[in-house]
RNA sequence: GCGGGUAUAGCUCAGUUGGUUAGAGCGCCUGAUUGUGGCUCAGGAGGUCGUGGGUUCAAGUCCCAUUACUCGCCCCA
């Protein structure tokens, strides 16, 4: 019997790591630019808390949180966050934010859980990038976060994706925009997909979402929602995208794009890979005005968006920049006999101590496997001791790259290896010192 | 929750109409004269063929179930 991780639950390995450690600094980086502060919230929070803050309709409190009731007397019903906006709203009225200054800006990076089938794209623990903007009901603020997201994809590389933009309108715009929509799908159920007729009862605007030809159909002529906005939420829309576009950020207006939690309000915005799965949407996010009052906090507008870290890593890899990373290393020590081994072992922690990467066998191995091994590691030095070194108080010190090899005392050793860790490597590198017996036919006169 | 596909060595995969000790490439280990890597060559280790039943003289191969992975539906990042 072998234990085998949960499903939807990926082990990252080093080599997978590399590729998370890259997005990841890009992620602080562009969060520095922009002026946005790291949070790390809990993974754990009351129930209560996602049901009211994402939206008790939604699929995600509905039916994908993993909830479970706690040890205390009487017990008490926590879930694993399946989002951060609802978390981060709450913790932005805990430590009265909204007090302590005009405007909060942050951001996460952390894991999220869902249950659900994973499939491509789509995992049970996933993690998400997100921003959260608090304090401005303008524009401007909108047009930050998106410029945001599609500065975040140009600093990584991505291209092949297409920003959709819509307004959503206001709880009361949405609100009558749903009667009419309502009125005109009724007489059209016939043609409408099951799940469709389904959604009409739950949530009509996403029937627009649909993906199926019969509902993209049938909801062709359907009334849209930018047409019933009001005056303030239609000029707030124009805003936005005059800001995007003096910002050449390129969007594509989108009125079926509804996004599925209860909190958004107005600007609703996605960015949507073109070469993904089922699963294409890297990221999105949108205005909510609403949530920091839902969850008990004095109404403060905001806007935030979230990424699909997974998701940006597979776009990266089908647009080859995954690159995968050379193992690289400083030096390697190699000892001979005992004696050398024990001399290597502690040269090895005296170069870890002075900064440089260094390693050494562990195996007690030939000198042959422990070149071989240096080889593989990328090692750009080899440190070689045996008897005689020993006795003499110096070392070899190899150039992997060029093949040089030179004699060193102890006491210059770590000079030495700075020196030449320092020079780039040679431009040769591979200098091949068997077949030194080729003829040369060509410049024989 | 519902459908399709897949499951053989660490990885990627072959495995003929069921028939003897299950293969390849890569990777790993060891060698190719005394203490020197990459390339090459030669050896070697490693698999109860996902698991459990069944059919058969005989199952990696056929049937059933189950689990996992995978791709979709739903929904979302």
Not at 3 to 22: E, H, M, N, T, V
Not at 100 to 114: D, E, L, N, V
Not at 238 to 259: C, M, N, Y
Not at 434 to 442: F, H, N
Request: charged share 25%.
């Amino acid at each position: 019997m072998t234990y085998q991780s949960l499903k939807g639950f990926p082990d990252i390995l080093p080599d997978a790591a590399a590729g998370w450690r890259r997005l990841e600094s890009v992620i602080h980086e562009l969060a520095r630019r922009f002026g946005y502060g790291e949070i790390r919230l809990p993974m754990l929070e009351s129930t209560d808390l996602f049901a009211r803050g994402v939206g008790e309709g939604t699929d995600i409190v509905g039916k994908e949180m993993y909830s479970f009731l706690d040890k205390s007397d009487p017990p008490e019903s926590l879930t694993l966050r399946p989002e951060l906006t609802a978390s981060a709203a709450r913790a932005f009225v805990q430590h009265s934010m909204a007090q302590a200054q005009p405007i909060t800006k942050w951001y996460y990076i952390g894991p999220m859980f869902r249950y659900e089938q994973p499939q491509a794209g789509r995992f049970r623990q996933f993690h998400q990038f997100g921003l959260e903007l608090y304090g401005s009901p303008n524009p401007e603020a909108d047009a930050e976060v998106i410029i945001a997201g599609a500065e975040l994809l140009r600093m990584l590389g991505l291209t092949n994706y297409k920003l959709r933009l819509n307004s959503i309108g206001t709880a009361e715009e949405r609100a009558a925009y749903r009667t009419a929509l309502l009125e005109y799908l009724t007489p059209l159920s016939g043609d409408l997909s099951q799940e469709s007729v389904r959604r009409m009862e739950k949530n009509p605007l996403r029937v627009l979402d649909s993906k199926k030809a019969e509902d993209i159909r049938a909801t062709a002529d359907a009334p849209k929602i930018l047409d019933v906005l009001q005056e303030e939420s239609r000029e707030h829309f124009e805003r936005v995208k005059g800001l995007l576009a003096a910002s050449g950020v390129e969007f594509t207006i989108d009125h079926r794009l509804v996004r599925g939690l209860d909190y958004y309000t107005r600007t609703a915005f996605e960015f949507q890979g073109l070469d993904l799965g089922a699963q294409d949407a890297l990221g999105g996010g949108g205005r909510y005005d609403m949530l920091i009052e839902q969850v008990g906090g004095k109404s403060t507008p905001a806007v935030g968006f979230s990424f699909g870290m997974e998701r940006l890593l597979i776009a990266l890899q089908h647009a080859g920049l995954a690159g995968d990373m050379a193992p690289e290393e400083d030096v390697y020590v190699i000892g001979l006999d005992d004696a050398s081994r024990a001399w290597a072992a502690t040269a090895t922690a005296e170069f870890r101590a002075a900064g440089l990467s260094a390693e050494c066998d562990l195996l007690r191995r030939s000198m042959k496997a422990q070149m071989r091994e240096a080889n593989r590691r990328g090692a750009r030095a080899v440190v070689i001791v045996g008897g005689d070194e020993l006795a003499g108080r110096h070392a070899q010190v190899k150039d992997l790259a060029s093949g040089d090899q030179k004699a060193i005392g102890f006491d210059d050793l770590l000079g030495e290896l700075k020196g030449l860790l320092a020079r780039p490597a040679a431009p040769h590198t591979v200098p091949a010192p068997v077949q030194p017996d080729r003829t040369e036919p060509i410049s024989e006169s």
